[in-house]
């Protein structure tokens, strides 16, 4: 009795458990999809501020610190809103003043003797 009974909802069960497989799958597939474009998305924003502050170390060149920095926050803003990327004040602070430590630092080693020996 026990063996029909089965035998008779199996079809039912293994309908229910191709819907929830199915259900489990899309909504993985959903969030994995908002994963890749958000890493996507900052890696673009990341791509942005760092061309940006070469941009503004090469045309600045008069310019005084807090210039630049103005500068490249208001470049970098134009730039990302043209893309339809939202940055956050204190994410293009930090990612600029990264970049600009990470400029200098690549070129410029303030311990290294600049007059030969």
Known sequence: MEQELFNALLPYIISALGTVITAVAAWLGSKL??????????????EIISKTVQYVEQVGKSLG???KFDLAKQKAIEWANSKGLQVSEIELEILIEAFVNEFYG???DPNESVVSE
Request: aromatic residues 16%.
């Open 33 to 46: 999809g908002k994963y890749i474009d958000s890493q996507k998305e900052s890696k673009l924003i990341r």
């Open 65 to 67: 610190s807090e210039e």
């Open 106 to 108: 690549s070129y410029f």
